[in-house]
């Protein structure tokens, strides 16, 4: 994030010809509007890191990968132990860009019919009663699936259809949702006992692992002095519905050059036991390798990056910076990786060191 610089001010109405972004400075070949929609969006993403950073104190890369989820419009799932910000940031993203939130706290005895809705039988004009549905709190624009495996498999199985087509079926009827429409879910890595591990398919739906790390000494010492007072931080609205729905289009147009395709498609692979062509210390430590899905997300969340970071096309360090969350829940270690200390974040930053080192 340090090579972030934001775009100047200038409006671009002030600028000469000779004075706007020469021609050598966009080599994608985007058009005028969607380069001066990137800048904007550098912009937006400056003004939504500083305004987070009001209620949230570090986990920078966090808020990034966030992000990058957020505009490449996928899913989240948010791994950390109690007490590290997790809801209120989800919280405070919703609030930033001023989208309905609602929150579903998970557990055992949660019914699917409690997260999309049901038909309740009404009085209707005329002493008539008939049937209406009752929309559930799936139905906003930012859900917040706390503790989602405190739930049987039969309730987390009720967010399947609207994570990955947008809509939710009731009784036989079809309701879409809203756009924009997130799913960022939570799960504690310490306590087990009592959960139900969301199966791989379910897995698979997220774009991201975004995983919270302890502050350091001077951020919890922050903590301690500035979240212990009576007042209470009112954000700023830095986004509507209808311009995140804009960016996530423009994330999409971003080019790709050939050689980041092939980086996806080399990486996704070698995560794969069964192929010729994966490196044997995979095959020894690997069970289950990453699909096709984490490819696309690869690509997309590597143009999500380069728009936030202000570039025209994406980059190998993007790629890069987005083959952790995109791959440590897709990539399933064997009982050798284990009684080794070998993990699937592991596993991937391996890969990610190997290929770099060889592209030198």
Not at 67 to 88: D, E, N, Q, S, W
Not at 293 to 312: C, D, E, N, P, T
Not at 321 to 335: C, D, E, G, K, W
């Amino acid at each position: 994030m340090d090579d972030f610089k934001p775009a100047p001010d200038t409006p671009a109405e002030d600028l000469s010809p000779a004075e706007e972004t020469p021609s050598i400075s966009n080599p994608s070949g985007l058009p005028d509007d969607d380069v001066a929609a990137i800048d904007e969006l550098g912009r937006v993403y400056q003004a939504f890191k500083d305004e987070l950073g009001k209620v949230i104190i570090g986990q920078e890369q966090v808020i990034e990968q966030l992000a990058i989820a957020l505009f490449a419009r996928g899913h989240a799932l948010l791994m950390g132990v109690p007490g590290l910000a997790k809801t209120l940031l989800v919280s405070s993203v919703a609030e930033t860009m001023n989208l309905s939130f609602s929150r579903i706290q998970f557990t055992p005895d949660l019914m699917p019919a409690d997260i999309t809705g049901t038909d309740i039988l009404q009085e209707a004009a005329g002493g008539k009663r008939q049937f209406e549905f009752i929309k559930g709190p799936v139905f906003a624009n930012l859900v917040l699936a706390d503790e989602i495996n405190r739930a049987p498999a039969k309730t987390q199985s009720a967010m399947l259809e609207a994570m990955q087509e947008h809509k939710v079926t009731v009784l036989g009827d079809t309701y879409k949702l809203a756009p924009p429409f997130f799913v960022l879910a939570t799960q504690n890595p310490i306590e087990q006992e009592g959960t139900y591990p969301l199966p791989e398919a379910q897995l698979d739906r997220f774009m991201f692992l975004i995983e919270f790390e302890y502050p350091s000494h001077e951020e919890e010492l922050r903590i301690a002095r500035e979240t212990t007072g009576a007042g209470k931080v009112t954000l700023d609205h830095i986004l509507h519905a209808e311009q995140v729905i804009a960016f996530q289009e423009l994330v999409r147009r971003v080019p790709v050059p050939e050689h980041i395709y092939e980086y996806a498609v080399e990486i996704v692979r070698k995560t794969r036991p069964g192929l010729e062509t994966t490196p044997q210390w995979v095959k020894d430590y690997v069970g289950w390798g990453a699909g096709p899905r984490a490819v696309q997300y690869l690509i997309l969340g590597a143009k999500a990056r380069a728009a936030l970071h202000g570039s025209y096309m994406a980059r190998l360090e993007d790629i890069e910076a987005v083959a952790r969350p995109v791959l440590s829940h897709r990539v399933i270690t064997n009982f050798a990786a284990e009684s080794q200390g070998m993990n699937s974040t592991v596993v991937v930053k391996r890969l990610v060191d190997e290929m770099h080192d060889g592209a030198q």
